[in-house]
C-alpha cells in the first residue's frame, strides 16, 4: 500500500548511493518502456515495412504532443525536489496538487489541438500512399492514449522530487507484458469469435496499457505522506502557482519538442530514399535507445539530487553530483559505443529481414557511436540546469542543436556536398558535437551564477 509513504533524503548520505537507488530503477524502466516500443515495432514488421514506416511517423508526431509530458515532470522534479529541499512541505504540497490540476487542463487541450496537427504533420514528412496512411491512422489512435501519457509523466515528476523512481520502473514492467499480449489480440483477434483490428490494434493495445501505467502513477502520488487529506479545493488554478509551474516547464516543453521536430527534419530527407530509409531510421532508434538506457537513468536521477541539494543550499553536494554522473557515464559510453560498431546489423536484424532496412539502419549506428557519450553529456546538462530552475537555457541550446543545426548540416551535406544518405548521418553528427560545445559553455557560466562555479577544487 501507498498510504502515507514517505520520502528519500538526497542531501544527506553518499551521493553514489543516491545514484543507485534512483538511477537503477529508472533505467529498468526505461528499458521496459523501449522493449514496449520494440515489441511495436516488431508486430508493425509482421505486418509489412509499410507499417513499420507508418509507425515510425506516427510514433514522431505522436511524441510532440507528448513534449508537454515531458516538460510538466520535468518541472515537478525541479520544483517539488528544490521545495523538498528547503523543508518546505506546504510548498511541494501545493506545487504537486497545482501541477497535476495543471496537467489535466493542458491534456484536455492538446487532445483538441491533435486533431489537427498531428496529419498535417505527417503529411508533410512522407510521400502520399500506404506508410501515409498507416501513419495517421495509428495518431488518430494515439490521441485518445494521451492523458495517460502526459499524466503519468507529471506525475512521475512528484515522485522522483521525493526520491521514488521504483513506482514508474513496475508500472512500465506491466505495461510492457500487458503489451505483449494486447498487441497480437487487437491485431489477429480471436479467430471465431472477436476479429482484429489489423494495424491499428497496435495503438489500442498502447492505449489500453498506458492508461494503466497513468492509474497506477496517480495512486502512489496521492498515496505520499504529503498528500494525505486533500480536498478538491486545493486542485481550483491558481494563477501564480500555474505561472511558477509554466515557467519552469514550457522551455523544456518547448526545448523537446524542437527535439522531435528534428526527427521530421531528418524524415524529410530520408523521404527521398524511400520508405525503407524511413523505417530502418525508426528501428534503429529503438537499438539507440536501448544502447543509451543506463545514462538516461543515470542523468534522470541527477535532476532531484542536484534540486534537492540546490534547496538545501549545498553547492558542493550538487557539483559533486553532477562529476560523480558524468564520471559514470563515460564508464558506461565505454562498453555502449563498440557494441553498436560491431553489434549494429545483428541488432537491426531482430527487426526486419529487409536488407535494405538492414543496409541504412547500420549506417546510422556506426555514426551513432562515435556521438553516445556527448549525448550523454548534454542529457547531464539538461538535468543540471533544470535542477538550478534555468530551464530558459536548455530550450536555446536545443534551438541550436535541434533545430538551427541540423537543418543546416543535414542540408549541407546532402544538397551541397551530395552525400545522399550519410550526408543525414553526417549532418547530425556536427549538430550534436557543436551542442555539445554551447552547452557546456552554458552549464559552466550558470554554474558560476548559481553555485559559485562548476569547476571549484574542494
Same mark, same amino acid.
Given at each position: 500500500?501507498?498510504?502515507?509513504?514517505?520520502?528519500?533524503?538526497?542531501?544527506?548520505? $553518499?551521493?553514489?548511493?543516491?545514484?543507485?537507488?534512483?538511477?537503477?530503477?529508472?533505467?529498468?524502466?526505461?528499458?521496459? @518502456?523501449?522493449? &514496449?516500443?520494440?515489441?511495436?515495432?516488431?508486430?508493425?514488421?509482421?505486418?509489412?515495412?509499410?507499417?513499420?514506416?507508418?509507425?515510425?511517423?506516427?510514433?514522431?508526431?505522436?511524441?510532440?504532443?507528448?513534449? =508537454?509530458?515531458?516538460?510538466?515532470?520535468?518541472?515537478?522534479?525541479?520544483?517539488?525536489?528544490?521545495?523538498?529541499?528547503?523543508?518546505?512541505?506546504?510548498?511541494?504540497?501545493?506545487?504537486?496538487?497545482?501541477?497535476?490540476?495543471?496537467?489535466?487542463?493542458?491534456?484536455?487541450?492538446?487532445?483538441?489541438?491533435?486533431?489537427?496537427?498531428?496529419?498535417?504533420?505527417?503529411?508533410?514528412? @512522407?510521400?502520399?500512399?500506404? &506508410?501515409?496512411?498507416?501513419?495517421?491512422?495509428?495518431?488518430?489512435?494515439?490521441?485518445?492514449?494521451?492523458?495517460?501519457?502526459?499524466?503519468?509523466?507529471?506525475?512521475?515528476?512528484?515522485?522522483?522530487?521525493?526520491?521514488?523512481?521504483?513506482?514508474?520502473?513496475?508500472?512500465?514492467?506491466?505495461?510492457?507484458?500487458?503489451?505483449?499480449?494486447?498487441?497480437?489480440?487487437?491485431?489477429?483477434?480471436?479467430?471465431?469469435?472477436?476479429?482484429?483490428?489489423?494495424?491499428?490494434?497496435?495503438?489500442?493495445?498502447?492505449?489500453?496499457?498506458?492508461?494503466?501505467?497513468?492509474?497506477?502513477?496517480?495512486?502512489? %502520488?496521492?498515496?505520499?505522506?504529503?498528500?494525505?487529506?486533500?480536498?478538491?479545493?486545493?486542485?481550483?488554478?491558481?494563477?501564480?502557482?500555474?505561472?511558477?509551474?509554466?515557467?519552469?516547464?514550457?522551455?523544456?516543453?518547448?526545448?523537446?519538442? %524542437?527535439?522531435?521536430?528534428?526527427? +521530421?527534419?531528418?524524415? /524529410? &530527407?530520408?523521404?527521398? +530514399?524511400?520508405?525503407?530509409?524511413?523505417?530502418? /531510421?525508426?528501428?534503429?532508434?529503438?537499438?539507440?535507445?536501448?544502447?543509451?538506457?543506463?545514462?538516461?537513468?543515470?542523468?534522470?536521477?541527477?535532476?532531484?539530487?542536484?534540486?534537492?541539494?540546490?534547496?538545501?543550499?549545498?553547492?558542493?553536494?550538487?557539483?559533486?553530483? =553532477?562529476?560523480?554522473?558524468?564520471?559514470?557515464?563515460?564508464?558506461?559510453?565505454?562498453?555502449?559505443?563498440? !557494441?553498436?560498431?560491431?553489434?549494429?546489423?545483428?541488432?537491426?536484424?531482430?527487426?526486419?529481414?529487409?536488407?535494405?532496412?538492414?543496409?541504412?539502419?547500420?549506417?546510422?549506428?556506426?555514426?551513432?557511436?562515435?556521438?553516445?557519450?556527448?549525448?550523454?553529456?548534454?542529457?547531464?546538462?539538461?538535468?543540471?540546469?533544470?535542477?538550478?530552475?534555468?530551464?530558459?537555457?536548455?530550450?536555446?541550446?536545443?534551438?541550436?542543436?535541434?533545430?538551427?543545426?541540423? $537543418?543546416?548540416?543535414?542540408?549541407?551535406?546532402?544538397?551541397?556536398?551530395?552525400?545522399?544518405?550519410?550526408? !543525414?548521418?553526417?549532418? =547530425?553528427?556536427?549538430?550534436?558535437? @557543436?551542442?555539445?560545445?554551447?552547452?557546456?559553455?552554458?552549464?559552466?557560466?550558470?554554474?558560476?551564477?548559481?553555485?559559485?562555479?562548476?569547476?571549484?577544487?574542494?
Amino acid at each position: 500500500m501507498a498510504r502515507g509513504r514517505s520520502d528519500r533524503d538526497l542531501t544527506r548520505g $553518499a551521493i553514489s548511493g543516491h545514484f543507485r537507488a534512483l538511477a537503477l530503477p529508472a533505467a529498468v524502466g526505461m528499458l521496459f @518502456s523501449t522493449l &514496449y516500443n520494440v515489441v511495436d515495432v516488431y508486430f508493425a514488421g509482421q505486418i509489412s515495412t509499410e507499417a513499420q514506416a507508418g509507425l515510425a511517423i506516427g510514433f514522431q508526431a505522436f511524441f510532440i504532443n507528448m513534449a =508537454v509530458g515531458f516538460g510538466l515532470g520535468g518541472a515537478m522534479g525541479a520544483l517539488v525536489g528544490k521545495a523538498k529541499g528547503g523543508r518546505d512541505e506546504a510548498q511541494a504540497r501545493r506545487l504537486a496538487v497545482q501541477g497535476i490540476s495543471l496537467g489535466v487542463l493542458l491534456t484536455l487541450g492538446l487532445m483538441l489541438i491533435a486533431v489537427w496537427l498531428g496529419p498535417a504533420m505527417i503529411a508533410l514528412v @512522407s510521400e502520399a500512399g500506404e &506508410y501515409r496512411d498507416a501513419g495517421t491512422n495509428y495518431f488518430r489512435w494515439l490521441i485518445f492514449a494521451l492523458p495517460g501519457f502526459l499524466l503519468a509523466y507529471g506525475g512521475n515528476g512528484v515522485l522522483q522530487a521525493r526520491g521514488d523512481t521504483k513506482s514508474l520502473q513496475r508500472a512500465l514492467m506491466v505495461a510492457f507484458f500487458a503489451n505483449i499480449g494486447l498487441n497480437p489480440l487487437f491485431i489477429y483477434g480471436v479467430p471465431g469469435v472477436v476479429p482484429g483490428i489489423g494495424f491499428n490494434g497496435i495503438a489500442l493495445s498502447t492505449l489500453c496499457s498506458q492508461t494503466g501505467v497513468m492509474l497506477y502513477i496517480m495512486y502512489q %502520488v496521492f498515496g505520499r505522506k504529503i498528500m494525505q487529506g486533500l480536498t478538491w479545493a486545493e486542485f481550483r488554478p491558481d494563477p501564480a502557482v500555474y505561472g511558477v509551474i509554466l515557467r519552469q516547464m514550457l522551455p523544456t516543453s518547448l526545448s523537446i519538442a %524542437v527535439m522531435f521536430t528534428t526527427g +521530421f527534419v531528418i524524415q /524529410y &530527407y530520408l523521404k527521398a +530514399f524511400g520508405g525503407s530509409a524511413v523505417a530502418a /531510421y525508426g528501428i534503429a532508434l529503438r537499438v539507440e535507445q536501448i544502447m543509451l538506457l543506463p545514462v538516461l537513468g543515470m542523468t534522470g536521477a541527477l535532476l532531484p539530487i542536484a534540486a534537492q541539494n540546490f534547496g538545501a543550499e549545498d553547492p558542493a553536494r550538487v557539483r559533486q553530483a =553532477v562529476f560523480f554522473c558524468w564520471k559514470l557515464g563515460f564508464a558506461m559510453m565505454a562498453v555502449a559505443c563498440p !557494441v553498436l560498431w560491431f553489434g549494429g546489423e545483428w541488432a537491426m536484424g531482430l527487426f526486419t529481414d529487409d536488407a535494405e532496412v538492414i543496409r541504412v539502419g547500420v549506417s546510422y549506428l556506426h555514426v551513432d557511436g562515435f556521438l553516445l557519450p556527448f549525448y550523454m553529456m548534454l542529457f547531464s546538462i539538461n538535468s543540471f540546469l533544470q535542477a538550478m530552475q534555468r530551464p530558459i537555457w536548455s530550450l536555446w541550446i536545443s534551438v541550436y542543436r535541434q533545430g538551427i543545426a541540423v $537543418a543546416l548540416f543535414v542540408w549541407v551535406m546532402v544538397r551541397v556536398f551530395d552525400l545522399g544518405i550519410w550526408g !543525414v548521418w553526417f549532418g =547530425v553528427a556536427i549538430a550534436v558535437t @557543436s551542442g555539445w560545445g554551447l552547452a557546456m559553455t552554458v552549464a559552466t557560466r550558470v554554474a558560476r551564477q548559481v553555485i559559485g562555479g562548476l569547476w571549484v577544487r574542494p
